[in-house]
C-alpha cells in the first residue's frame, strides 16, 4: 500500500486562537480542576480553570505593561513546569510567539536561536539561564528584556500589568486567526544548524483536537473519572508543547515535573496519579530494567521472567483476535495472566501512580515485544510517529486495534504517502508553515501541502505505518550493500546492558558497531555475579562483560542477512551526552559527531 487517508473527527475553528479555551472553559465551569502545581513544601495543590484563566489575564496585562506586542517573539528557556504553561497562554491572548530553548542549550546555540527569530524578550528558569544569554546578549541588539522565573517573575509581572484593563488583553485576543503563527520550534539539529519551524494555532488545533477526539476515553483509567496526566516531557520539544495545548482544550487536568530521572520522576507519578502519561520510549524500558533488577537482588528473576513471558503471550494472544486472526488468550494463559497479576503486574502499575492504564508513546521507535510485555501488564502503550514540521503526531496506534512494533495509522485528518523511495510524506491541518527565514530549506520539505519527512517507511494493508530508518542514514558498504542502521541498534539495545548503540560502515568492507553500557544495569549485573565493582576502563577489558554484549549482537544478526549484520564492536568506556555534543536535546544520535569524536576506534574496528 502506498497511501492511507483517516477522515478529520474534529471541525477546525475558522476563528480564534490558542488562549480562547482558557476563557471559554472558565467561563463554562470556574470551579473545574484544570491544573496542578506545586507549592513550596512539595505539595500538589489544584488550580481552577476560573483561577488559571484569572493568571493568564493579569500574566499577559504585566507582558503588555512591559513592552510585548502582538506578533512579537520571546523565548522560553526553562525545564518543564507550571509557569511554562501559564507563559505560553498569557502570550497567546496577545498574539505573541513563544519560543522555546532547551534548558541545556549552548550559548553559541543560544545565540543562533534568538538571533535567528529577532527575540525581542526572554524568560528564563534561573540564574545559570540568565548567564548563558547574557554572555551573547551584546551581539543581540533586538533583545530588550529578560525575566527570571525563580526571581518571582510572575508576581512581578503581575504587579506590572495590575493598572491596565481587562479589554486591551481581549482585543488582542480576538484579533487572532488560527493562521496567526503561534510558535517557532527549533529542530534539535541532528544533521547541522537547527532549523525555526513556523507553527500556526491552526496546525496545534488540528493536532490537538484530532488526538482528544479520537483518544478521549483512553485518557481516563475508568469511565466517569477526571482525565489527568503529568507532563515531565520537556516542554522545549513538539511533543511536550502538544501535551500542554490539548490537555488544555481537552479538559485534562495537568501537571508538570521538571525531571527525568526516575527518582524524582516515580515519587510524582504516586503522588500525582495520573490517568494517562505521554513519554518516550526511555522512560519505559527504565521502569521495566528496574523492575527486573529488584526482582533479580531478591532471588525471584525466575518468576519475574515467568511473568514477563506470560504478559508477551496474553498481549499478542489480545492483539491477534483484535484483528480477527485468533481466538484471543486461552483458559490457562488466562489463569497465568491473573496469577502474575497479584505478584508482578500490580506492584508495576502501582509504581506508575496505580490509575494509569494507558499511555502514547513517541520521539523514538519502541521495541515489539517491550509494548507487548506493558500490554499484557495492563498498561496499554499507543506508539505514534511525528515531528516538529507535523506539529507532533501523525500517526498513532488506535485504541481497539494496536498493532505492536508499528507506529500505527494517521491520525484523523491525515493522509500518509510512500513515495517510490519508501520515503515517508504526509498531509494534513498540523503539518507546519516552513521554516523561518529558509525559503531554500522549505522548498526541500513542503511540497504543495505535503511533507517529505526523511524518513524511510512502508504501510501495510490495514493503514499502518512502520519506520525503517532516516534517507540520510543510510549506511552503503565499499561492496555496495545498503544497511539501514536504526533497525540493527534498537535490537542491540534491547539488551538490559546497553545504553546506546550507533552501528558504523559507510564505504566500509563490513558493518561495526560501538556501545555504551548503562551503568546501573552493569553495577547490578557485577554485584549479582559477587564481582567487584569495575572502573570504566577495567570494564571495557572485562571478557565476561565482552561476551554478554556478544549475545546482544548476535541475537540483532539473527534479523538481517550477513551482508547486514555486526561483524565486530567495541564497548566504549563513558556514554554519548548532549555536553559533549553527541545527541540532541532529545537524545537522538548525533552520527556524524559520533563517528569524528571516536574516529580513532572506529579506524581500529577495520584494522584488527
Sequence with gaps: MHEFTVPA???????????????????????????????????????????FRDQVLALAKGMLAEGVRFGDRVAIMSRTRYEWTLFDFALWAIGAQPVPLYPTSS??????????????????????????????????????????????????????????????????????????????????????????????????????????DRYEPVFHSKPGDQASTLLFLPLAHVFGRMVEVAAVRGRVKLGHQPQLSAAALLPDLVAFRPSFIL???????????????????????GPFDKAVEAAVRYAEATEHKAFGTGPGPGASLRMQHQLF??????????????????AMSGGSAMERRLGLFFDGAGMRIFEGYGLTESTAA?????????????????????????????????????????YLNNPEATGETLHDGWLATGDLGSLDEDGYLTITGR????????????????TLEERVRAHPLVAQCVVVGNDRPYISALVTLDQEAVSHWLTMREKPQLSQAELVCDADLETEIRRAVVAANTQVSQAESIRTFRILAAQFTEEQGLLTPSLKLKR????????VEIEALYHT
Design 9 to 51: 473527527s474534529a471541525t477546525a475553528p475558522q476563528v480564534g486562537g490558542l488562549a480562547d479555551a482558557v476563557f471559554d472553559h472558565a467561563a463554562d465551569d470556574p470551579d473545574r480542576v484544570a491544573l496542578a502545581r506545586k507549592d513550596a513544601q512539595g505539595q500538589w495543590q489544584d488550580i481552577t480553570s476560573g483561577q
Design 394 to 434: 501523525a500517526t498513532a496506534n488506535p485504541p481497539e486495534q494496536t498493532r505492536f512494533g508499528t507506529v500505527g495509522r494517521p491520525i484523523p485528518g491525515t493522509t500518509v504517502h510512500i513515495a517510490e523511495d519508501s520515503e515517508v510524506w504526509l498531509h494534513g491541518g498540523q503539518i507546519f508553515q516552513g
Design 341 to 358: 497479576d497479584k505478584l508482578v503486574y500490580g506492584k508495576l502499575r502501582e509504581a506508575m501512580g496505580g490509575r494509569c492504564r494507558h
Design 107 to 212: 550559548a553559541e546555540q543560544v545565540y543562533w536561536m534568538l538571533h535567528d527569530a529577532g527575540v525581542s524578550a526572554a524568560v528564563v528558569e534561573h540564574e545559570d539561564h540568565a548567564m548563558t544569554i547574557g554572555s551573547v546578549v551584546d551581539r543581540l541588539p533586538q533583545l530588550k528584556r529578560l525575566w527570571q522565573l525563580d526571581a518571582d517573575a510572575e508576581a512581578e509581572l503581575m504587579a506590572a500589568g495590575a493598572h491596565i484593563e481587562d479589554d486591551v488583553v481581549h482585543r488582542h485576543r480576538l484579533a487572532l486567526t488560527p493562521d496567526t503563527v503561534a510558535t517557532v520550534i527549533y529542530t534539535s539539529g541532528t544533521t547541522g544548524r537547527p532549523k525555526g519551524c513556523v507553527i500556526s494555532h491552526a496546525n496545534f488545533m488540528a493536532e490537538a483536537d484530532n488526538i482528544v
Design 592 to 599: 556524524k559527531a559520533i563517528e569524528k569524536a571516536y574516529a
Design 279 to 301: 513519554a518516550v520510549p526511555y522512560i519505559f524500558e527504565k521502569v521495566f530494567a528496574a523492575a527486573r533488577r529488584k526482582a533479580e537482588l531478591e532471588g525471584k528473576l
Design 471 to 486: 534517507k540520510k542514514e543510510i549506511l552503503v558498504t565499499s561492496s555496495g550493500k545498503t544497511v539501514s542502521p536504526a
